[in-house]
C-alpha cells in the first residue's frame, strides 16, 4: 500500500519533513525487513567501529594493530545487525504509522 502524494497533503498538514519521512519509508518497506537490517546494521557498525579505533588511538597514542581495528568493527557491526538496525526499523515503522493515522483524521 502507497500514499501518493496528493493523499497525504489533503488530509490534516503534515509538514514537509513528515511527507518525506513517509516517501523514504515506503521505499525501504518496498525493498524488506532483510536489506534495511543489513544496509543499516552494517553500515553502522563499519562507522561506530572505525570511529571507536580513530578516537582510541587519538586518545592513548597506541596504534593497537590491525587486529584490534577488525575486531571493534566486528563487534560493532553484528550489534548493528542484531540490535541497532531492527529497532531503528521498529521505530520507523511506529512513526509511519503515527503519521498516517494523523494524516487521515
Same mark, same amino acid.
Given at each position: 500500500?502507497? &500514499?501518493?502524494?496528493?493523499?497525504? !497533503?489533503?488530509?490534516?498538514?503534515?509538514?514537509?519533513?513528515?511527507?518525506?519521512?513517509?516517501?523514504?519509508?515506503?521505499?525501504?518497506?518496498?525493498?524488506?525487513?532483510?536489506?534495511?537490517?543489513?544496509?543499516?546494521? *552494517?553500515?553502522?557498525?563499519?562507522?561506530?567501529? *572505525?570511529?571507536?579505533?580513530?578516537?582510541?588511538?587519538? &586518545?592513548?597514542?597506541?596504534?593497537?594493530?590491525?587486529?584490534?581495528?577488525?575486531?571493534?568493527?566486528?563487534?560493532?557491526?553484528?550489534?548493528?545487525? &542484531?540490535?541497532?538496525?531492527? !529497532?531503528?526499523?521498529? *521505530?520507523?515503522?511506529?512513526?509511519?504509522?503515527?503519521?498516517?493515522?494523523?494524516?487521515?483524521?
Amino acid at each position: 500500500m502507497s &500514499i501518493s502524494q496528493e493523499n497525504i !497533503t489533503e488530509k490534516i498538514s503534515l509538514s514537509e519533513k513528515d511527507k518525506k519521512f513517509m516517501q523514504e519509508w515506503e521505499q525501504w518497506k518496498q525493498k524488506g525487513f532483510w536489506r534495511f537490517i543489513l544496509f543499516n546494521g *552494517i553500515s553502522w557498525g563499519l562507522l561506530t567501529g *572505525i570511529t571507536l579505533a580513530l578516537v582510541t588511538y587519538s &586518545i592513548r597514542g597506541i596504534y593497537e594493530g590491525w587486529q584490534s581495528i577488525l575486531l571493534q568493527i566486528l563487534v560493532f557491526t553484528m550489534g548493528g545487525i &542484531i540490535s541497532f538496525a531492527p !529497532t531503528m526499523w521498529y *521505530i520507523n515503522e511506529r512513526k509511519y504509522k503515527f503519521l498516517k493515522k494523523k494524516g487521515n483524521e
